[in-house]
């Protein structure tokens, strides 16, 4: 019985898509743009927590940047000083270099990459949890892409509080890993994180909103 149910527990497993080949076909097809539009009260709200537009130079980097639509958005505040957006699609990536080409667009397959410069500010929306273990790409982040003194701001919309959220995995296919609002925290912490905050922002009908972390590098 325990090998039959490894063996559907492996299959199930095994026949789940890949969050980047999905989202290539979402670029592929155009869906991008709505996910653009779907993103963008949350990506506000969390570019005025990192305190965007600044009055003093920063680096920046999206991390599964999609499109790259919040890569313009930073080069646009005269402050930033360097923009560079990753992601593990080949075709968003391709849809952000059509767009911009004069960008830093990069395709990264995470947490299986490294950035050879580190950052001041580094930007996340709704990528996170689609890794099997995004704690240590908190920690990946914060030791190895990040400037002492800069700040992370990450967004997710699928978390434990967030029950709509919930049937995802299944709805696309694809693996999520499920934390609760307490995991997100712990999790900033042990990455070593300073000055953690959590906030929901964008929360409009029956949506919680965003759960946003907010962490500094001492
Ligand atoms: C929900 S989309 C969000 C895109 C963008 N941040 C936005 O708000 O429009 C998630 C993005 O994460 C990327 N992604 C998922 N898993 C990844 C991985 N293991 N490595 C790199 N990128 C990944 C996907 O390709 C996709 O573009």
Redesign the pocket.
């Known amino acids: 019985m325990d090998i039959f149910l490894e063996w559907v527990g492996s299959t199930v497993f095994m026949s789940r898509r890949e ?2 080949e999905v ?1 290539s076909e979402w670029a592929e097809k155009g869906k ?1 743009k709505g ?2 539009n779907g ?1 963008a009260a949350s ?1 506000h709200a969390m570019l005025k927590l990192a305190g965007i537009p600044r009055s003093e130079t920063y680096s920046a980097v ?1 991390v ?4 790259g ?2 890569c313009r958005l930073l080069a646009q505040d005269g402050t930033s000083t360097r923009v560079v957006g990753v ?3 080949e075709a ?1 990536i391709a849809k952000a270099k059509t767009i911009d080409s004069e960008g830093d667009y990069r395709v ?3 947490p299986d990459w490294e950035p050879s410069e580190k950052f001041d500010f580094v930007h996340s ?3 996170l949890y ?2 099997h273990d995004p704690q240590s790409m908190l920690k990946q982040l914060h030791d190895n892409w990040m400037n002492s003194g800069g700040m992370l701001v990450a967004g997710v919309d699928h978390y434990l509080e967030n029950e709509d959220s919930l049937s995802w995995p299944e709805a696309l296919n694809v693996h999520m890993t499920t934390l609760s609002m307490e995991d997100w925290k712990t999790a900033m912490i042990e990455a070593g994180f300073r000055d953690v905050e959590l906030h929901q922002v964008a929360a409009k009908d029956s949506f919680i909103g965003t759960l946003v972390m907010c962490g500094k590098k001492a």
């Open positions: 969050a980047t989202f991008d996910m653009e993103h990506v999206d599964g940047c999609g499109n639509w919040v992601d593990g699609s968003m990264t397959v995470l929306m709704e990528f689609y890794l």
